[in-house]
């Protein structure tokens, strides 16, 4: 498991925010201030590729566009993307892995699905945060592995029970899904910066449909 591990394989990512704007565009009908928003969010890691940058968290209703957003935004960029929903998440070990010590010990989720892609600056897209399960009724904490994941100060020297060595995920670009902000922890919160998806009108429907599914 270690060895395959995407320790130096990156991407080479495209640098230019307008081709971001124009692939957000031709992926999705209006969405204009969300849109901006991306863009302000992206455009300082692109400058600097070394900086720290908050993580951008969509929050919307079920159907208005958070995942597709993200696979654009991977898309736009040109890097692998890898989703993992944590909704409903108990145990920490899905997060952070077994000890190799125990039987029948494997690695997190989180590790897992990065090797899985092969390259260590994925789009990585963490679904219904919202819901990931508490201390109180979990095996460990798991809002707190999940913490160490996205927090920039800490994510440089990442650490799953399984490996047991540091694996920097500063690289990856996190993006968060989330049907509530109010189930968001303020811990996590601090690190995210919201962005809020409305519904649909009607109109706006139609449109959608003629512009996107018909020709799909």
């Given at each position: 498991?270690?060895?395959?591990?995407?320790?130096?394989?990156e991407?080479?990512?495209?640098?230019?925010?307008?081709?971001?704007?124009?692939?957000?565009?031709?992926?999705?009908?209006?969405?204009?201030y969300?849109k901006?928003?991306?863009?302000d969010?992206?455009?300082?890691?692109?400058?600097?590729?070394?900086?720290?940058?908050?993580?951008?968290?969509?929050?919307?209703?079920p159907?208005?566009?958070?995942?597709?957003?993200?696979?654009s935004?991977?898309?736009?960029?040109?890097?692998?993307?890898?989703?993992?929903?944590?909704?409903?998440i108990?145990?920490?070990?899905?997060?952070?892995?077994?000890?190799?010590?125990?039987?029948?010990?494997?690695?997190?989720?989180?590790?897992?699905?990065?090797?899985?892609c092969?390259?260590?600056?994925?789009?990585?897209?963490?679904d219904?945060?919202?819901?990931?399960?508490?201390?109180?009724?979990?095996?460990?904490?798991?809002?707190?592995?999940m913490?160490?994941?996205l927090d920039p100060?800490?994510?440089?020297?990442?650490?799953?029970?399984?490996?047991?060595?540091?694996?920097?995920?500063?690289?990856?670009?996190?993006?968060?899904?989330?049907?509530?902000?109010?189930?968001?922890?303020?811990p996590?919160?601090d690190?995210?910066?919201i962005?809020?998806l409305?519904?649909y009108?009607?109109?706006?429907?139609?449109?959608?449909?003629?512009?996107?599914?018909?020709?799909?």
């Open positions: 498991f270690t060895l395959g591990l995407p320790w130096k394989e991407t080479e990512q495209r640098t230019d925010i307008d081709a971001v704007a124009k692939t957000l565009d031709e992926d999705h009908y209006g969405l204009k969300p901006g928003r991306i863009c969010g992206i455009a300082p890691k692109i400058l600097n590729p070394e900086g720290k940058s908050q993580i951008i968290c969509f929050v919307g209703p159907g208005v566009g958070k995942t597709s957003l993200a696979k935004i991977a898309r736009a960029l040109g890097r692998k993307l890898v989703m993992m929903s944590v909704g409903g108990r145990d920490e070990a899905q997060i952070r892995g077994h000890r190799v010590t125990y039987i029948g010990a494997l690695p997190g989720q989180i590790l897992k699905l990065i090797r899985r092969g390259a260590k600056d994925p789009v990585f897209v963490i219904e945060i919202d819901k990931i399960g508490h201390s109180s009724t979990s095996s460990g904490d798991p809002e707190s592995a913490l160490e994941v100060e800490q994510n440089y020297a990442f650490t799953d029970h399984y490996l047991d060595c540091p694996y920097d995920l500063s690289k990856v670009m996190f993006i968060t899904t989330a049907n509530m902000e109010d189930g968001i922890s303020s996590l919160r690190r995210m910066d962005i809020t409305p519904g009108l009607e109109d706006e429907k139609i449109e959608i449909a003629k512009k996107y599914l018909i020709s799909k």
